[in-house]
Every structure is written in structure tokens, then in C-alpha cells.
């Protein structure tokens, strides 16, 4: 199934290569914080956590270009990971991996999170 999230990088991608054609991936935390219209005010929902992981050449752009608490339209797939964290606590997290990333320029957010314009896609 193929999504699309738009929210804030939760810290600086990070590069490395995989696997034996030493394949670029950038990985980051991204954060989407619906919100919606009550009684005239704009109010946030609960903050959603995504891992992603964005593979090949366009992942190095990226980590170059992209910061903590940039925003950014993430298009991708998504799936549900299971892991046990150092505490020995078996927990779940979503992961998104990115087909497309596009940075959204400054000057163009919006208040809300409908859909804006790109600035950079990688």
C-alpha cells in the first residue's frame, strides 16, 4: 500500500551503504501531527513517529540538503516492525520506505496540513 505523510524530520538523516552493490540508504525519524478544525480553532492530534528509509543516489541529496525539523512530504510503503528495546521490552514501530521525498519550502507552509507545494524532490 502506498501513503503519503507529510511531517518534520526528527533528526538529521543519517547515510550508509547496504548490501554487496554498496547501495546508499538515508534513514530519519519523521514526525505527522494531524490536525483539524474545532469550533473555528486549528487543533493537533497525537503525534505519529515514522522510521524511513530512502535508498540510492537521490538518499545522499537528501542528507545533504535536509535537517532536523525541515517538513517534508514522504511518498512510500509502509510496514509494521517488531523489536525489543535495550530494556528487554518487545515493541512495534511503522517504517516507510520512501519512493519520493520532497522538501517543502518555507515560504509556501501552510497553517494546516493540506497540501502544499515542493521545493526539492530527491
Do not use: C
Amino acid at each position: 500500500m502506498e501513503l503519503r505523510v507529510r511531517g518534520r524530520l526528527g533528526n538529521d538523516p543519517e547515510t550508509k551503504t547496504v548490501g554487496a552493490d554498496n547501495i546508499s540508504v538515508a534513514v530519519f525519524s519523521l514526525a505527522h501531527t494531524p490536525r483539524s478544525k474545532k469550533n473555528g480553532q486549528w487543533v493537533d492530534g497525537d503525534t505519529q513517529w515514522f522510521q524511513v528509509a530512502y535508498f540510492g543516489k537521490r538518499a545522499e541529496s537528501l542528507a545533504k540538503a535536509a535537517k532536523k525539523g525541515d517538513e517534508v512530504i514522504v511518498i512510500g510503503t509502509l510496514k509494521m516492525n517488531k523489536y525489543t528495546d535495550r530494556n528487554g521490552v518487545e515493541k512495534s514501530g511503522m517504517e516507510i520506505t520512501a519512493s519520493e521525498i520532497g522538501l517543502v519550502p518555507k515560504a509556501e507552509r501552510p497553517q494546516t496540513q493540506a497540501q502544499g507545494g515542493w521545493d526539492t524532490q530527491w
